[in-house]
């Protein structure tokens, strides 16, 4: 873990929730990193510092994204909402080791995000499709509650069709009634699903999801070895 | 035989059990000084493990400002400012 300095690239509005944030490394210009991973932003001048799972993928080294839910209004919010292009910010990284292990003995990877948990997993699944061309079975659950809220839907579409071992559902909790998709929570999803063998499961998202899901697994058989979790709070 | 013990720095970290959320960016930053407990509570492992830099980089990094920096030679607190904890 090493300090940086990056500035401001690009700002993307995806909704009215969820923005995107674009920083370029500008000292030193190279971050090596793992997908998973999170950075620490010093956000006030006082020295607060938040936490943010990196978005993109790790073969961009001069770079990095963060994907933020602005509507709490906390301090980091705060300062990225007011942060202009150019800006110069105080970054660690990387940190964490919420990872995809390389020899981690499972067929099948199943992600199960909500809100803005599905950060890290953007990251670990393109990096595992992508650069390091897993064969084995992805699944990501993602739940949200409206569908105005989701984002990146081009992206996983795109990766659906494209990767014929990837498997995208969304899952909302207050669906419309056009929605043909999954409704409720992501833990109704997964035990509408058939739970798939020997899987491997990646949880991110609220305290209690993870609190759920993992009793919810355990109970089903699945070692504690094969939950790997991140909390965001 | 007298031994000697040594410090790196002089600042003293603690943790308020009570404020911490299992957030682990202190231990994340500095984990030769802090670590989760059973309870996935933070707590000091050693004071010595890290520079005083990164003790305070860790207490900074508590979302909730549960860790306590003290500087040993003055009595001053040095994180979180005060009438901000």
Known sequence: ???????????????????????????????????????????????????YSICSTP?????????????PGGLGS???QQLEFGEEVE?????????????????????????????PFKAMIEDQLRNKQDQRQITLHWGMRHPEDLFWLD?????????INFHFHPVLSQAPPAWTLC???????????????NAAYFLCGNQTMIADVSRLLIGQGVGKELILTEKFY | MSTQTKQIGKYKV?????????AASCVAIAPKVFALDEAEIAIIVSQDGHDD???????????????????????ERVWPPQGED
């Open chain 1, 91 to 119: 970054v660690l990284a990387p940190m964490g080791q919420f990872l995809v292990p390389e020899d981690l003995p499972a067929d099948h990877l199943v992600f199960v995000a909500t809100g803005s948990g599905i950060a």
């Open chain 1, 1 to 51: 873990m090493h300090k940086y300095i990056a500035k401001l690239e690009e700002k993307l509005q995806h909704n009215v929730k969820y923005t995107q944030f674009s920083f370029e490394l500008i000292k030193p210009q190279h971050l090596e990193f793992q997908a998973g991973q999170y950075v620490s932003l010093k956000v006030s001048n006082k020295g607060e510092r938040r936490s």
């Open chain 1, 59 to 71: 073969d961009n080294q001069h770079q990095f994204d963060l994907i933020l839910d602005l509507s």
């Open chain 2, 53 to 75: 830099e990164t003790k305070l980089l860790a207490a900074q990094s508590c979302p909730t400002m549960a860790v306590i920096v003290t500087n040993t030679e003055t009595g």
């Open chain 1, 155 to 163: 992206e996983w579409e795109k990766l659906d069709e494209t990767f």
């Open chain 2, 14 to 22: 603690e943790v308020i059990r009570d404020k911490c959320i299992s």
């Open chain 1, 78 to 80: 705060q300062f990225l």
């Open chain 1, 183 to 197: 409704r409720g929570r992501v833990i109704d999803c997964l035990s509408i699903h058939a739970r798939p063998a």
